[in-house]
Nanobody, 115 residues
Framework: QDQLVESGGGLVQAGGSLRLSCAAS????????MGWYRQAPGQQREFVAV???????KYGDAVKGRFTITMGKAQITASLQMNSLKPEDTAVYYC?????????WGQGTQVTVSS
């Protein structure tokens, strides 16, 4: 069964960088889109970024110009390069992938940005 596994979260100072990775396990079938969402305590899940299998990207307003999403050639992995991090970027980050009518979610990885 397809599963998404995230890695790369952690604690970083404001202004620093982190790179999150997401890998689909249990499959060799490519995804149509892969993306990232985040959820801070007491808040709703927020869209961060998405990339399509053709390389089209879209970013949430809060991260434009600071975050970059990429997808691996096999289209079963994705990364999120996060630069110029701010305390308000602190959240649990979730990977999402879509293939046809199916949507997959990872378990989440914590990102904490200290001021």
């Amino acid at each position: 069964q397809d599963q998404l596994v995230e890695s790369g979260g952690g604690l970083v100072q404001a202004g620093g960088s982190l790179r999150l990775s997401c890998a689909a396990s249990g499959t060799i079938l490519s995804m149509n889109t892969m993306g990232w969402y985040r959820q801070a305590p007491g808040q709703q899940r927020e869209f961060v970024a998405v990339i399509t299998s053709s390389g089209v990207t879209k970013y949430g307003d809060a991260v434009k110009g600071r975050f970059t999403i990429t997808m691996g050639k096999a289209q079963i992995t994705a990364s999120l390069q996060m630069n110029s991090l701010k305390p308000e970027d602190t959240a649990v980050y979730y990977c999402n992938a879509v293939r046809g009518s199916r949507s997959f979610w990872g378990q989440g990885t914590q990102v904490t940005v200290s001021s």
